[in-house]
Every structure is written in C-alpha cells, then in structure tokens.
C-alpha cells in the first residue's frame, strides 16, 4: 500500500508541473542582439559624432516595445538616444538601424577617448541577456603627455609601493599601442626602478617588461604577466603613476658550452694511465675501467658453478618427489 501511495503521489507531481512546463515552452522570450559602430576612427574635441546601432531580433516570437533600459558614458556630452528612448517593436527575424548621437568633451581630449555603453530590452522579456549590450568608443588622436613609473622589489602581485621600497634597475620597459601592433617608445629603469617615456598618444598603452637575470615582473592581474596596460593623460600630474612589483628568483648555472677549447675539456677528464692502454694492433677490445679484468673472469666463472649446483639440486628434488 506504501508503494501504491508513493506511485500516486509521483503522478500527481507530475500532473502538476507538466501543464507549466508546457506552458514555459509555449512562451518563448525574444533575443535581442544589439552591435554598434562610430561613424569616423578619429574626433577632435567638441565634435559631433553618429553611431549607427543595428538591432536584430534573432528568436521565433515577436519583440514588444523594444527600448533604452540604462548605460553609461565619458567623454561625451548630449547623448540622444532616438528611437531607443521611445521604443519600437521588431518581428522575429527581423533587423532594424538607427542612430544616436552626441559631441566629445575636453574630457575625451585628455583621455584619448570617449565612449558611450547601453543596453536594450524588450517588453516581454529577453531570451538571452549578454546579446543587449553594446559600448563603442570615440578616439580623440593628436594628444600627448608623459607617463612613468616604477618597476619595485615585491614578493607577490599585489605588493605595495612606498618611496622608501628598493627598486628594480636595469628592466626594460616597451610602450606600444594597446593591441601591440604599433611601438611608440622604450626605456630603462633607473637605480630607484623609475622609468619615464614622454610625449606617449592619451589612451590606453601596452607596457611590456624585461627584467634583468635573477629578477621575475609580477605583472597582469594574478602576477603572471611581464606586461600591464596604462592609460596615458593629458594635462595630468607629471608624478609617475604605474607601479609594478619584481621578485628575486634563483638564476640557473648555466650550461658547457659546445665551443669550449679542446685542451679545457680534456683538463677537466683524467687521462688514462699508460700501462692500462690498448695496443692499436689488438682490435676492439674490452673498454677500459681502471679494474682488474681478472676478477671479471673469475667472477663470471663462479656464478656458472653455482648456477650448475642449483640446477642438479632441483632435478634431484623433483625425482625424489615423482619416486
């Protein structure tokens, strides 16, 4: 009776959460898919730019009242927004464009860029939500400023810099652009670790570190990397402004070199003695040792004896037994 109740009870949640799974399929959310683009790869300050914003909505269920749900911006003033501030509807399958714009500020000139982030949603919900947001950023080209830092003696990633902690001398520093592609300037740090480029283009830079033998850069954000980005800014403090911990690690010996002198290499290997040298006349020959050859032999002649005794000792067992 037990099994029977327990049976009912299994069927009857069943009967309950069928109908509501059915009902969530039958419910589709709309996937909304959201990319933007500026209209120029470079802007002075003031300018006015355009971005072109394409909305697709990729489900099997219309989009209701499509919209603006929040973001944020730097750099830019005037945002408008359009249609994403009121809204639209969007069939499923189907893509739609429009445009918002705005104009750079003086805080875009001292950064390099600006950059305008939103995100967008849909009445009736959204399938997928990492697919509405989108960010594009404005550069503003032809600033210039200096950077610098110190390259300082740490045991771990997030160690602490203060005016009083040694620094690393002798690491090369490499600034280039943020993706790599473009090298805009090299240094070397001093005796305190300082290293300082002047005149780097505002915005984000690649700094790439060398250290010296016997030291690591514990760089990135688990101390992994030998290289960090750095945001270059105009009208900033000249005070240096990126900090990046070394630790001292054992430096391996290093290795004989194939091109040491013969008469070195033969110093180092004792030579052996005259009297234990083969005649060139006898042939190949046993290798020599330094041993008596003679103790082999009679080693050798012993271990067949025994082997011989051991062999007659279990024939005459095993005879013994079959007897």
């Known amino acids: 009776m037990r099994k029977l109740a327990a049976a009912a009870a299994l069927v009857g949640v069943l009967v309950a959460v069928l109908p509501a799974t059915a009902a969530l399929a039958a419910d589709p959310k709309p996937d909304i898919a959201v990319t933007s683009a500026a209209d120029k790869a470079n802007y002075a300050e003031g300018e006015t730019f355009t971005i072109t914003v394409t909305v697709k909505n990729k489900s099997s269920v219309d989009a209701n009242h499509v919209h603006y749900t929040g973001g944020d911006s730097e750099g830019v003033d005037g945002v408008a927004y359009g249609e994403l501030r009121t809204g639209f509807d969007l069939a499923a399958g189907a893509t739609k464009t429009v445009q918002i714009t705005g104009k750079t500020n003086h805080v875009a000139w001292q950064s390099g860029y600006g950059f305008v982030a939103f995100s967008l949603a849909a009445d009736n919900g959204e399938a997928n939500d990492a697919d509405n947001v989108t960010s594009v950023r404005l550069l503003v080209a032809g600033v210039f400023d200096d950077l610098g830092g110190y390259v300082f003696q740490g045991e771990s990633y997030d160690a602490e810099w203060t005016p009083k902690t040694p620094g690393v001398p002798g690491v090369k520093v490499v600034a280039t652009s943020a993706d790599g592609k473009t090298k805009y300037a090299e240094a070397i740090t001093d005796a305190k670790g300082l290293f300082r480029f002047a005149r780097l283009p505002a915005g984000d830079v690649l700094l790439t570190f060398t250290a010296p033998a016997g030291w690591k850069i514990l760089a990135g954000e688990n101390g992994e990397d030998a290289h960090t980005l750095a945001q270059v800014r105009a009208d900033d403090s000249d005070e240096p402004r990126v900090f990046v911990p070394a630790k001292k690690v054992a430096v391996s010996s ?70």
């Open 254 to 323: 290093p290795s004989v070199s194939p091109s040491a002198s013969p008469s070195a290499s033969a110093s180092a290997s004792p030579s052996p003695s005259p009297s234990a040298s083969p005649s060139s006349s006898a042939g190949p020959g046993l290798p020599v040792t330094g041993d008596n050859t003679m103790l082999f032999v009679g080693a050798a002649a012993v271990a067949v004896a025994v082997g011989t005794v051991l062999v007659l000792v279990a024939r005459r067992r095993r005879v013994h037994l079959q007897a």
